[in-house]
């Protein structure tokens, strides 16, 4: 039972950082009873998009996969996009 979620989280970790798109990264992974939340920023709208969707394919690992939030920020002079996932 310790190892049971475990597996979920590592096999959750490497989905994230094989998909990410080298543009954006990532500022919080939450995991919490069966279900992951994810934050982060992006250079583009569209990458942030597209990053739901390529988790979206991995149904062994999230029955859902969606862009819950998606809003422009100005950074240090720079347009970045908080995203946020529910998976």
Do not use: C, H, M
């Amino acid at each position: 039972k310790i190892f049971e979620g475990r597996s979920r989280k590592i096999q959750t970790l490497f989905v994230l950082q094989s998909a990410i798109p080298k543009t954006s990264w990532l500022t919080r992974v939450k995991f919490e009873d069966n279900k992951v939340g994810v934050e982060g920023y992006s250079t583009s709208i569209d990458e942030a998009q597209g990053f739901a969707g390529l988790l979206a394919q991995e149904k062994n690992l999230f029955t859902e996969a969606k862009a819950t939030n998606t809003v422009g920020e100005q950074i240090n002079g720079g347009s970045y996009y908080k995203f946020t996932l529910a998976l």
